[in-house]
């Protein structure tokens, strides 16, 4: 199965490091697109960076990996799409954009094709999106992040706080949009579950945890769900480590002879 990378930062290089490892099964790194070539100098892809997106749009990879944040998947979808191609993303808080997601669903039903969505910084999207197929109460969303995982605007003031600060309380599609790089989980459980509209998110910046936590409670036909994720920060504290290794996970999947967590 050959991949191409949109992005070749923090995330891009681990899941660059996974697939050439063999972490990620049958996949081979066939290409990655960037602005800036130079961001790849002296690494071991460096032979195989562009910066043409239509070189990547028409090549002879079977899928592409979005790892540039929520502008490079605008950027990119329709032309991946269009070319044939399926779409695995990190940046699934972009989604939270009703326009944005309604022209994706429009793409993928013209060219028949997909856009995955790998687990990421969360747990229990697979129990959260098979209980949804029955009707669900009320889901919750908590997530805490140390102070330096937010700028000083999120923040609300230049210096961080020395206790937990709720940053937001409220729909999880306007919490998506405030703080778009530290909640795409948030949007991944929304839409699995009840939608982003119905989610309740709740974000702190809180001085007293060392790992970006996020708690979640789902009730309904099914029961009950409450869930804790306490997720080691990468190099840049907004996402943790376990997201590229998500992302190898479900390439993995792609080419696994048994598959576990459908």
């Known amino acids: 199965m050959k991949v191409g990378l949109i992005g070749y930062g923090q995330i891009?290089?681990?899941?660059a490091n996974a697939i050439r490892s063999g972490l990620a099964g049958e996949a081979e790194l066939a290409t990655i697109l960037v602005r800036?070539?130079?961001r790849a100098a002296g690494t071991p892809d460096e032979a195989i960076v562009h910066t043409d997106p239509v070189a990547l749009y028409a090549s002879d990879v079977d899928l592409v990996v979005e790892v540039g944040g929520h502008d490079a998947l605008r950027e990119h979808v329709t032309g991946v799409l269009e070319g044939g191609k399926d779409l695995m993303t990190v940046s699934v808080g972009a989604l939270a954009d009703p326009d944005f997601l309604a022209r994706i669903q429009a793409t993928t039903a013209?060219?028949?094709r997909r856009i995955l969505v790998p687990s990421g910084a969360?747990?229990?999207l697979d129990m959260i999106s098979a209980a949804a197929l029955a009707p669900l109460d009320s889901v919750t969303h908590t997530?805490?992040?140390?102070?330096?995982a937010f700028t000083a605007d999120q923040l609300g003031r230049s210096e961080p706080p020395t206790?937990?600060?709720l940053l937001f309380d409220g729909p999880a599609r306007d919490g998506v949009g405030r703080f778009p790089e530290n909640v795409n989980v948030a949007a991944?459980?929304?839409l699995a579950g009840i939608g982003l509209d119905r989610t309740r998110l709740r974000v702190y910046a809180d001085p007293t945890v060392q790992r970006n936590v996020h708690e979640v409670e789902v009730t309904g036909h099914f029961g009950r769900l409450f869930l804790r994720v306490e997720n080691e920060?990468?190099?840049n504290p907004k996402t943790g480590r376990v997201v590229p290794l998500s992302v190898a996970k479900a390439l993995r999947n792609l080419s696994a002879p048994i598959v576990f967590g459908l």
């Open 36 to 38: 800036d070539a130079s």
């Open 233 to 235: 920060p990468s190099a």
């Open 188 to 190: 991944a459980v929304s």
């Open 163 to 165: 206790e937990p600060l």
């Open 143 to 148: 997530t805490r992040k140390p102070p330096q």
């Open 110 to 112: 013209r060219t028949g």
């Open 122 to 124: 969360i747990a229990g």
């Open 12 to 15: 891009g290089r681990s899941v």
